[in-house]
């Protein structure tokens, strides 16, 4: 079918849609949801079967859904309403929720329901639940509601009870009363509105939004007051224990982004006690051990790394290499493996361009510890999904492994033509070859789990979630440890490494790729700088780039 995705943004659930309604054979085409004008001109363009809206904050224009099936996605079961729909299950702590597939009509989320599927509620911020379970679903229930459709015999049915309208969740109906939620009620408000908008609070004196709550097990102290603060996260105390907040953004005076919780406090922040590694709500770094395999967790708050998160990491790889195991098993954490440098700590920074230049140097030193790692095997185990510089770390080790439902961007050229580093000139053509490498870099696309084993970007993807992945991921590193094939495959390791060197040095391809970066941060041309300011600052789509808007291609004037 021809598909036209009408969306807000080319959001995690987009591109999931994207490349598994693609696989299916699909040919679809993506409109930023600008104005009525610039969605009437798309459809006139593309003349598609179908319309299909994965993430939208406007309603539809009559003349289009009147016109054309429209399948709306909300992140709600049958007969849920409203824009807020997981927000208030998060909220209201819901033992399951679901997706439904609706109809566009003139109500809001009241059309006829062509497909819908539920799930079990996870205890997780909104954003990880809508990154997994939701798009899950999504793809399930528009799999489902497309076979229909195309069938031509099903009469989409009216939603049950006329649906139950829930209005935008205001922060009068979560705001936090430190003197009188206990700890799982502060985390369940912090978590209905993270990632977005965000629960209004202020600390110290500072308005701010709350972020990236944990908590805490053995600290606590008298209600509301602040404890601790440690690797940029501040700990706060609730009636029955305590809270670690990682992130913060600014609501009054500053810069309207996430940063550190610490950087945002400032003088506050250097006041309070570091309480060292016992604080486990405040690392997001973990090693554990099983059979003689070490597995190095790293949950970073949106998969973004900043210097002191790369620092962290090297020094836990560090240690975890002069362990005595046979295998080592770079985890990431459960919504992201890695999504590179960390742009908001870029941009909070006097010089954005000094700051980028220690960042890539930081995740550059990452890499080179993987790469160079000769007396024990690495895997990468990607539960979540990665981005450009995120995805060449991931390379950097032996073995790639992938979650089945993982969305990779193998390309920096959508951030103001980043050249990227982390020694992906070596790492990606080694896999891919110099062809496909071009390919994947210059076209921006994400790719699915199975279409980046078919390229060999990734030797293996398995799994249902991001459980079933991980213990898949056990039981096939303790098969690789004691593969008779072990030594040889250590050796093989060694021997190519070396010949690698010999042709061409590490160190070369390190320096060809930070001259070019040295241009993005420092040279003339500001794209990179105009595009992290948009992406940081989320500045809407004034226009849907062209590699999406494939209906634009050749057609308006536009040139080929
Ligand atoms: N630095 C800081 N924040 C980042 C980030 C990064 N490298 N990558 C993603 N994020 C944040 C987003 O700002 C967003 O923040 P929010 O919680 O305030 O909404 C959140 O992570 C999720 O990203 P979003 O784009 O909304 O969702 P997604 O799951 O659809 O992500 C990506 C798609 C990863 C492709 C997109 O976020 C991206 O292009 N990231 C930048 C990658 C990059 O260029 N890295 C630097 C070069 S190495």
């Known amino acids: 079918m021809r598909i036209l995705f009408l969306t807000h943004s080319f959001n995690s659930l987009s591109q999931r849609l994207y490349v598994e309604l693609s696989r299916d054979g699909h040919d679809i085409s993506i409109e930023f949801d600008i104005n009525d004008a610039v969605t009437r001109e798309a459809v006139a363009l593309w003349r598609p079967d179908l319309i299909i809206a994965p993430f939208l904050k406007r309603a539809i224009p009559e003349d289009v859904w009147r016109a054309h099936t429209c399948f709306i996605v909300h992140p709600g079961p049958r007969g849920d309403r409203g824009p807020a729909a997981l927000d208030w299950a998060v909220l209201n702590g819901e033992s399951t929720w679901g997706v439904t597939v609706l109809q566009a009509e003139a109500e809001m989320d009241a059309g006829p329901v062509w497909a819908s599927v539920e799930f079990p509620m996870r205890e997780a911020r909104k954003s990880s639940l809508y990154r997994n379970e939701v798009t899950d679903a999504a793809v399930s229930a528009v799999r489902r509601a497309l076979g229909r459709f195309a069938a031509g015999d099903f009469t989409p049915e009216p939603p049950s009870g006329g649906g139950r309208w829930r209005p935008a969740c205001r922060q009068a109906d979560r705001g936090i009363d430190w003197l009188c939620d206990d700890t799982a009620t502060v985390l369940r408000k912090i978590r209905s509105a993270d990632g977005q908008p965000g629960i209004r609070d202020r600390i110290g004196g500072v308005p701010c939004y709350l972020y990236d709550a944990r908590r805490e097990p053995a600290l606590s102290g008298p209600p509301g007051e602040l404890l601790a603060c440690r690797h940029g996260a501040i700990c706060r105390a609730t009636i029955d224990g305590a809270v670690w907040i990682g992130h913060l953004r600014p609501a009054g005076e500053g810069p309207d982004f996430k940063q550190p919780a610490a950087s945002v406090l400032d003088e506050t922040a250097r006041t309070l006690p570091d309480p060292g590694g016992d604080a486990a709500g405040a690392e997001a770094i973990r090693y554990e051990e099983a059979n003689g395999i070490g597995y190095l967790h790293f949950d970073f708050y949106n998969g973004a790394m900043g210097v002191a998160e790369c620092e962290r990491l090297l020094d836990a790889y560090r240690s975890a290499c002069e362990r005595d195991t046979r295998l080592l098993v770079l985890m990431g954490g459960p919504d992201f493996w890695s999504n590179g440098l960390d742009l908001n700590q870029i941009e909070a920074a006097e010089s954005p361009a000094d700051e980028s230049w220690r960042n890539i140097e930081a995740i550059n030193e990452l890499a080179w510890a993987i790469i160079t790692t000769e007396d024990r095997l690495t895997v990468s185990a990607l539960q979540g999904n990665a981005a450009a510089g995120g995805v060449f770390l991931a390379l950097a080790a032996d073995q790639v492994l992938a979650r089945s439902g993982v969305v990779l961007n193998p390309h920096y050229k959508s951030m103001g033509n980043l050249f990227g580093s982390e020694y992906w000139t070596y ?70 490494r ?30 990179y700088h105009v595009a992290r300011y948009h992406f940081v600052f989320k500045v809407p789509h004034s226009r849907t780039p062209f590699f999406l808007a494939r209906h634009r291609i050749g057609g308006m004037g536009v040139p080929e």
């Not at 213990?471 to 030594?487: D, H, I, K, M």
């Open 498 to 527: 070396a010949a690698d060197e010999a042709q061409k040095p590490l160190a070369a391809y390190r320096a060809e790729e930070l001259k070019r970066m040295q241009l993005n941060f420092y040279g003339f041309d500001p794209s």
């Open 427 to 496: 790492l990606l053509p080694r896999r891919v070859g110099e062809a496909r490498a071009a390919e994947l870099t210059q076209n921006r696309l994400p790719i699915g789990a199975p279409e980046a084993l078919s390229l060999g970007l990734i030797d293996a993807h398995f799994g249902e979630d991001g459980v079933d992945f991980s213990a898949q991921v056990q039981t096939r590193s303790e098969a690789l440890a004691a593969s008779p094939a072990y030594g040889e495959m250590l050796e093989g390791k060694r021997r190519r």
